[in-house]
């Protein structure tokens, strides 16, 4: 997992910090959403509606909707949004979707080395 | 901003950035409208973040910057960031964008909307941590990483190798790689390929750096299924021409299966297209690229699959006739002008059809859907449930849609359409497309854009609804 703590405010032109599921990271300035929660891990980011499956990014060009979820309070394509800083995003999609933040992570999906 | 243009582009990818160049050059009121956040289109994607431009320009690189470096000195009026997700006869163009909606008019309309990737549905192809192949390619290109530890890269073509070996470069070498294709395919389709001999330079390139990595390559084979639920912990694999399973530890896959004209705005204005065994659904267009539809041109892989180079020099020809049909170039102009690509389209038209030959994707993988896979993706749609829903007497993709909820969630049947009519071919001997026509919006608009910001609570559970 990518360091979660303490990210530095210092005005930093290459990174930006943003909160994922209310803990604060500092991430390369630049990238998707989806690809800073794919690096950080796991990579569910919700559960479909009907069967609660667990879900992440799969096309990462705006066409399947798998990276849906709660970017500052609107459901939006995470493969499709650059980060910001002061960004909060939830790994919760619409419906009933829960993902990451409410499965207490008993198993880890690769990202960046840990 | 103005509104209404001589000529409105759409897609920044090579194809619809040489139609935009083209006309703005040649007088034309332009606008090029794309949804990425800058011009360069899926191969010749702007890098986004300092690793990624820190890794050396490539080809694709060069390409793209070359490309945005021209589009800037054009006169075109360039919106990045803007989804086309509604258009009119006449034409009418409905966007949302980084500042909220508009409408954008234009006599002259060129569509170079790109293509989108087939992925044969197999068990597991739902489980967090498998993607696309070309999201392999997007996330190289603009972010310079590729998430995943133990990975497995999988499907045909150009693509395959192509996402193998940058994996490679990256210091990430795939625990296996595996090919529906063969030794055989890939020979046959050298003389093809020798039609672009730097594009051919770079593909043998990518197969040095695959077996100087020793890394295990699997030829006529295909994923059997993921083992997994909520994350990958391998995947099973199978010879075509019978042989045992193999299984192997992976904790992220990468699959493509071919692509498929990204054409719902044609389908929506209804120009015409005719089926292809290599190209996929082709737009209907003369050797001008004027579609069936008065005033709209289409150009690149959204009018049928042919690759950078020919989406390239099919966009300039577009945004040529197009000024040429607005009156501001004059018929020797035109032809003068359109020669050097209508030349380098033909040169290239073998060099096409190998890589689309290559990157196809064999009808009986999609045969082979057992029942247990899901079928779409947003609904959770079983094959067997759409089966039965063919036994129960759908059919149509509009029927079954009613009887099982598949194609009507977000993704508005981009995922699973195409599986579904083979299987509705074979189940029912139907023939031709049968996907229905679609409707406004042709891409999921983000609400929020469209309405303001809204409350979390207030998002009706997406069912029959697109986003
Ligand atoms: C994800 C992906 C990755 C690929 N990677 C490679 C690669 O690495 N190497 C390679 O040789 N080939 C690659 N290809 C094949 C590649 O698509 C073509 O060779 C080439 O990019 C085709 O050019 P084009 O101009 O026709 O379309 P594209 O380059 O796809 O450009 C189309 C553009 O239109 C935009 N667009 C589409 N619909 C709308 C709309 N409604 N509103 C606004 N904008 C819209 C898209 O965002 C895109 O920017 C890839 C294809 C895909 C789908
Ligand atoms: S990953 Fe498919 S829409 Fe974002």
């Known amino acids: ?114 | 901003m103005r509104t209404a243009f001589d000529l409105v582009v759409v897609g920044a990818g090579p194809a619809g950035g040489e139609a935009a160049i083209a006309a703005a050059r040649a007088g034309l009121a332009t606008c090029l409208v794309d949804e990425g956040p800058a011009p360069g289109g899926q191969v010749w994607r702007a890098p986004r973040t300092a690793s990624a431009r820190g890794s050396g320009p490539d080809a694709d690189r060069r390409g793209g910057d070359d490309l945005r470096a021209r589009l800037a000195a054009s006169g075109a009026t360039i919106l990045q960031g803007a989804q086309v997700w509604d258009a009119r006869p006449g034409f009418t163009l409905s966007i949302v964008g980084p500042d909220g909606a508009s409408l954008l008019s234009a006599p002259r309309v060129v569509l170079a909307t790109g293509a989108t990737e087939h992925v044969a549905p197999f068990p597991g192809w739902t489980v967090p941590g498998v993607f696309g192949l070309a999201a392999a390619t997007t996330l190289m290109k603009s972010q310079g990483t590729l998430p995943g530890r133990r990975i497995a890269v999988a499907g045909q073509g150009p693509l395959l190798v192509a996402v193998a070996s940058k994996a490679i470069a990256l210091g990430l070498r795939p625990v296996v790689v595996i090919d529906r294709n063969g030794i055989r395919d890939w020979s046959r389709a050298a003389p093809g390929f020798a039609r672009d001999p730097a594009a051919m330079a770079r593909g043998l390139g990518w197969i040095g750096r695959l077996a100087a990595a020793r890394v295990p390559y699997r030829a006529r084979s295909e994923i059997v299924g993921v083992d997994g639920t909520d994350t990958v912990r391998g995947i099973v694999v199978r010879p075509l021409d019978g042989g045992a399973e193999r299984r192997f530890d992976v904790d992220t896959l990468y699959v493509g299966d071919g692509l498929a004209p990204a054409d719902e705005l044609l389908r929506l204005l209804g120009a015409a297209q005719e089926s292809d065994p290599l190209q996929g659904p082709r737009a209907v267009c003369d050797a001008d690229r004027r579609s069936s539809v008065p005033g709209l041109y289409v150009a690149g892989d959204g009018a049928g699959i042919r690759g950078a180079q020919s989406a390239a020099a099919a966009g300039r020809i577009a945004g040529l006739a197009a000024a040429r049909d607005h009156g501001a170039l004059t018929d020797p102009a035109f032809d003068a002008a359109s020669r050097a690509p209508r030349r380098k389209l033909w040169r290239l038209a073998r060099f096409a059809d190998a890589s689309c030959r290559l990157m196809r994707m064999p009808e009986a993988s999609l045969d082979r859907i057992a029942d247990q896979t899901i079928l779409c993706r947003c609904e959770d749609v079983t094959a067997g449930e759409f089966r039965a829903a063919i036994a129960d007497g759908a059919r149509d993709l509009g029927q079954a849609k009613h009887f099982t909820r598949l194609g009507m969630g977000p993704c508005q049947g981009r995922m699973c359409l195409h599986a579904a009519a083979h299987l509705m071919r074979r189940e029912t001997g139907a023939l031709g497309d049968l996907r229905p026509t679609p409707r406004a919006p042709v891409r999921p608009v983000e609400l929020g854009a469209l309405i303001g910001t809204y409350d979390y609570d207030d998002i009706p559970v997406p069912k029959a609804a697109p986003l």
């Open chain 1, 1 to 114: 997992m990518a360091p979660p703590e303490p990210p530095s405010s210092a005005p930093d032109e290459g990174h930006v910090v943003l909160r994922v599921d209310g803990v604060a990271h500092r991430v390369e300035a630049g990238q998707s959403v989806a690809a800073v929660l794919l690096a950080m891990g796991p990579y569910i980011l919700r559960r479909s509606p009907n069967r609660g499956g667990a879900r992440s990014a799969f096309c990462m060009m705006g066409a399947c909707q798998e990276c849906a979820i709660v970017i500052d309070g609107a459901i939006r394509r995470a493969c499709q949004v650059e980060v910001r800083a002061g960004m909060e995003i939830s790994r919760r999609g619409a419906g009933l979707g829960t993902g990451a933040s409410k499965q207490g992570n008993a198993e880890t999906t690769p990202g960046t080395a840990s």
